[in-house]
């Protein structure tokens, strides 16, 4: 099918922004004619000697009508990897970006599940509800090990009001619930099971989650997850 774009885009980097103490926001140059729906990514590579056969996977987070395109990445900074080597790139690098995927789509009102930086598909999916005005009863239950490792706090407490809900497994202070999400925890936070779930984070977490929401009355079809995420595993 052709796209109206290449599949091999060459793109450069606008501004970097730390978002959290291991997050960095990158704004790219966006190709003419490039096109993403909210929750997709991308294979990313780094268009420097010795980087070029290293693809590696990221989510868009902005919105495909912005004039630029946004990646928000945890850098693993003592890991010799690719984005310790992202870290070092400056405005004006070039990075080359292939035909964006389906990881993610929204199908409908639900409680969306995230653990650390597996929340990068739904930034984009909850700006664009917002901005469409249709965040509705839609949920964010987000766990991350520290307050210090919650990504876009101020925004997604501005889009989602109480239904943004945050439990810390490392750190015990308001006015965050502390634990890992487990039985009880769906039990206190979900009275109805029909709805959608979506769940991005580690491969375990994923798999664990998906088989309680379905041991407490979830539909398989409406548990969306993606297993290609957590290839790269995410923490
Ligand atoms: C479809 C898809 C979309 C994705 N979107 C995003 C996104 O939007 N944002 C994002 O941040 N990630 C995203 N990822 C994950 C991302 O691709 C990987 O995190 C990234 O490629 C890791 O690259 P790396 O070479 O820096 O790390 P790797 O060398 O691959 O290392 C990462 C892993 O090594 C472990 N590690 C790190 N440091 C050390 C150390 N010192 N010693 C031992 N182990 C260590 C980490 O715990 C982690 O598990 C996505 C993945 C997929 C498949």
Redesign the pocket.
């Known amino acids: 099918m052709n796209k109206g774009w290449r599949d091999e885009n060459h793109i450069r980097i606008i501004e970097t922004e730390y978002l959290t103490h291991d997050?960095k926001r990158f704004r790219v140059t966006k190709p003419e004619g490039y096109q993403f729906a909210p929750g997709e990514?991308t294979d990313m590579v780094i268009n420097q000697p010795g980087w070029l056969g290293n693809r590696?996977?990221?989510?868009f987070?902005g919105l495909n009508e912005w004039p630029f395109l946004e990646?928000?990445?945890?850098i693993?900074k003592?890991?010799r990897?690719?984005?310790?080597k992202l870290d070092e790139l400056k405005e004006g690098d070039e990075l080359i970006i292939h035909d964006s995927f389906g990881?993610f789509h929204y199908h409908g009102e639900g409680t969306f599940i995230a653990g650390g930086?597996g929340v990068?598909p739904f930034i984009a999916i909850f700006r664009q509800l917002a901005k469409d005005g249709r965040t509705g009863n839609n949920r964010l239950i987000f766990s991350n090990r520290t307050s210090r490792d919650i990504i876009l706090k101020e925004e997604f407490e501005a889009m989602l009001g109480a239904n943004f809900i945050n439990t810390l497994t490392r750190e015990k202070s308001d006015p965050y619930h502390f634990g890992r999400i487990d039985q009880d925890f769906l039990k206190r936070e979900i009275s109805d099971f029909s709805q959608y779930f979506y769940i991005c984070g580690q491969r375990k977490m994923m798999e664990e989650l998906r088989n309680l929401l379905m041991e407490m009355g979830a539909d398989e079809k409406k548990v969306i997850i993606?297993m290609?995420?957590s290839?790269?595993?995410?923490?």
């Not at 990646?71 to 945890?74: E, L, P, R």
């Open positions: 997050v990514a590696h996977a990221f989510t987070t990646f928000s990445i945890k693993y003592d890991h990897g690719f984005t310790q990881a930086a990068t993606e290609d995420f290839q790269q595993v995410l923490e």
